[in-house]
């Protein structure tokens, strides 16, 4: 029920010009340019769950409809493990890698699921037209992502 409320909300934005950045908007590309990113900081105990979810829907928000970097990575903690070759492990260097490209990149979102500490994000992007990613929260900040052979979960 959740997800497809995040769905509707996805669709919503993509259906008001207005509400988000055409693809390769300088604006959101130049502001992406600009300094240090300000990442996620853990919290112990965690977040209670429904917190954690809230964010899930802010950072597919932020990463998918308006592609916005700096806020993507304000969900992210800083010694993010990225688990892939060409994109690099880091917070920071993961930022200054999607800052160079992921403002002119045109997403559409398949679907998304938070659960259990666990995003999954289906959308079509640079990378090709199915691409499934996996990201794990820990005290209520997205640690680690996974984008190899990655399946919807059941
Ligand atoms: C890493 O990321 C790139 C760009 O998103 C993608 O094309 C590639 O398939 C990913 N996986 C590996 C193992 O590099
Ligand atoms: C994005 O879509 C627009 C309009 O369809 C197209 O002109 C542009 O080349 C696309 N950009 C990329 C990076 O695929
Ligand atoms: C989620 O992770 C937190 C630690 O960040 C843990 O305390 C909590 O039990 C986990 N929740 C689930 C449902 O696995």
């Known amino acids: 029920m959740r997800t497809s409320a995040v769905l509707a909300t996805l669709v919503a934005t993509?259906?008001?010009?207005?509400?988000?950045?055409?693809?390769g908007d300088a604006g959101v590309f130049a502001r992406q340019q600009t300094g240090k990113g300000k990442f996620c900081e853990k919290t112990v105990?965690?977040?209670?769950?429904?917190?954690?979810?809230?964010?899930?829907?802010?950072?597919?928000?932020?990463?998918?409809v308006k592609r916005d970097i700096v806020e993507t990575f304000t969900y992210i903690a800083p010694e993010y493990i990225n688990n892939?070759?060409?994109?690099?492990?880091?917070?920071?260097?993961?930022?200054?890698?999607?800052?160079?490209?992921?403002?002119?990149?045109?997403?559409?979102?398949?679907?998304?699921?938070y659960r259990?500490?666990?995003?999954?994000?289906?959308?079509?992007?640079?990378?090709?037209?199915?691409?499934?990613?996996?990201?794990?929260?820990e005290g209520g900040c997205i640690v680690q992502h996974w984008d190899r052979g990655e399946t919807w979960p059941a």
């Open 14 to 23: 993509f259906t008001v010009p207005a509400a988000s950045a055409p693809a």
């Open 45 to 64: 105990p965690a977040p209670p769950d429904d917190v954690v979810r809230a964010r899930h829907d802010k950072f597919v928000d932020a990463f998918l």
């Open 84 to 113: 892939n070759v060409t994109s690099p492990d880091s917070a920071q260097r993961a930022l200054d890698f999607l800052s160079r490209l992921w403002g002119n990149q045109n997403i559409t979102v398949h679907r998304t699921l």
């Open 116 to 137: 259990d500490n666990y995003s999954w994000l289906n959308y079509a992007g640079m990378a090709g037209s199915n691409i499934i990613d996996r990201y794990r929260w």
